[in-house]
């Protein structure tokens, strides 16, 4: 049988690679992917990965052709990932729902936000970060899919020992922090997020983040002039599989 191979493309991490150690492939910055096929399309639609919320990772499983762990990547990098093999799997038109009328959002203009790392701590995934209330100097980290999967088992175990409980926001809080006013000890960055971390502050600290994370810039402005996230799920890739409105 004829060998066929698969075209590939390389794409620009937001990070740069600079939020990973030196000796992970992911430092370079960049990681090759390949177009999508039949076997994609059958992850896509693949029921019990749907339910376990998997099918998006099995899905960047399999057209990631760099060795890299999925795990390492930050959510910013991931999320670049996922868009590029969109587009290259079905092109850069995205039609939405937005107001009961349908737009279509060109995937092709969406740019990775500026990041220099200036701000990083020892050329490593960890950044200062002063709150600006209560004026206590912290360190915090970029989340991985590592992090990601410790909070997802934490968040089961406290919703069964307490169906009302909602502590996703706190939990996240303190696997982000790397140290409170120069004390790095979990017991201590913990007992500081449920007992002294204002919420005038969680509010600054999250806005920092969201305005100095690389990631991908998702905001677009429609035709209308209206400003809109670009929502990314199953449906990103394909409509069938629900309604991806904005109200």
């Given at each position: ?79 670049a990932i996922l868009i590029a093999t969109r ?155 629900g309604d991806s409105s904005s109200n």
């Open positions: 049988m004829a060998e066929f191979k698969f075209p590939t493309e390389e794409i620009e991490l937001p990070s740069k690679g600079l939020v990973y150690s030196k000796d992970n492939p992911l430092s370079s910055g960049k990681v090759e992917i390949k177009y999508m096929t039949a076997k994609e399309e059958d992850i896509l639609s693949n029921q019990a990965y749907i339910e376990k919320g998997v099918v998006l990772d099995k899905l960047l499983d399999s057209v990631i052709v760099s060795k890299i762990n999925l795990k390492d990547l930050i959510t910013g990098d991931k999320n587009v290259l799997g079905y092109g850069s038109d995205y039609k939405v729902k937005i107001g009961g009328r349908e737009e279509i959002i060109d995937l092709s203009g969406l740019e990775n936000k500026d990041f220099d790392g200036s701000n990083m701590i020892e050329g490593k995934n960890e950044f200062a970060f002063t709150l600006p209330y209560s004026k206590t100097p912290i360190t915090y980290k970029l989340l991985s899919g590592h992090d990601e999967s410790k909070i997802e088992q934490e968040l089961k175990g406290l919703k069964k020992l307490n169906r009302n409980a909602s502590p996703d926001a706190s939990t996240r809080l303190k696997y982000a922090l790397t140290s409170v006013n120069g004390e790095d000890e979990v017991k201590i960055i913990r007992e500081y997020v449920d007992t002294y971390f204002l919420a005038r502050d969680a509010r600054a600290f999250r806005e920092h983040l969201k305005n100095t994370s690389p990631d991908v810039d998702l905001n677009v402005i429609l035709d209308t002039g209206e400003e809109v996230v670009v929502p990314i799920g199953l449906n990103f890739f394909w409509p069938d599989f």
